[in-house]
């Protein structure tokens, strides 16, 4: 069982250039988030999506797109890329959320982060 | 808007000693809130859930609490070892919320030395 799996690990861009980043899950979660991490923070939230077909925004959305076609995978895509966007992205899912009385639904399983670096 | 703070930054203590982090958060209408470990490196490691309704959670050598009145969560870790070393964070997702926005702390460091 892989778990969350995110490719590539590291990646330099150029300004200006475009990218997707990877994610897949083998635990036929409903529920995936990509967040990023800035050095000595805590994550935020970009996107999240609560089923195949549909998406939402999270709290640092600019700049990004994301599309979910499959309940397994859910990239997410650089357009335009700015030295802002340097930072770890993670990815992460859950079975469920806001069910009452399956607690284990609602935890977060995380890839192990895609370091990038725009320059 | 929702603030998680986590006290102390850094924390460095001898193997076997028994320590508590902290978490703190603005407002207290959350849904749940999780402690996470992270290893340089790596994503994040769910290590306890706890519910609004709860005051603790137990797993192992580490236990959760839970005092939502006064926004405060703090994660016990009994007879340190090093390779209890790593980053915990602490997160709380927002009440009435339908999906698992999780707002972050910063995050505490915590070095366990033989």
């Known amino acids: 069982n892989a778990g969350v799996t995110q490719t590539p690990k590291f990646r330099i861009l150029k300004i200006g250039q475009s990218m997707t980043l990877q994610c897949t899950q083998d635990?036929?979660?409903?529920?995936m988030y990509w967040y990023r991490q800035d050095p000595g923070m805590g994550l935020k939230l970009i996107y999240y999506s609560v089923g195949a077909g549909i998406t939402d925004k999270g709290e640092v959305p600019n700049g990004y797109n994301v599309s979910r076609s499959t309940t397994e995978d859910f990239p997410l895509r650089l357009e335009l890329a700015a030295p802002s966007q340097t930072s770890v992205y993670f990815c992460?899912?859950?079975?469920?959320?806001?069910?009452?009385?399956?607690?284990?639904?609602?935890?977060?399983?995380f890839g192990s982060g895609t370091q990038l670096s725009v320059l | 808007k929702q603030e998680v703070t986590q006290i102390p930054a850094a924390l460095s203590v001898p193997e076997g000693e028994n320590l508590v982090l902290n978490c703190s958060f603005t407002d207290s209408a959350i849904y749940n809130l999780q402690w996470f470990r992270q290893d340089p490196g790596k994503g994040l490691t769910s290590l306890l859930l706890i519910q609004s309704s709860q005051r603790e959670q137990t797993s192992g050598r580490l236990n959760a609490s839970l005092d939502k009145s006064s926004g405060r969560s703090t994660l016990y870790i009994a007879a340190s070892q090093p390779g209890d070393s790593a980053t915990y964070l602490c997160?709380?997702?927002?009440?009435?919320?339908?999906?698992?926005?999780?707002?972050f702390g910063q995050g505490t460091i915590l070095t366990v030395h033989p």
């Open positions: 997160a709380v997702v927002a009440g009435g919320t339908s999906y698992g926005k999780l707002t």
């Open positions: 635990m036929n979660h409903n529920y």
């Open positions: 992460a899912s859950s079975y469920s959320f806001g069910v009452q009385g399956s607690p284990r639904g609602e935890k977060l399983f």
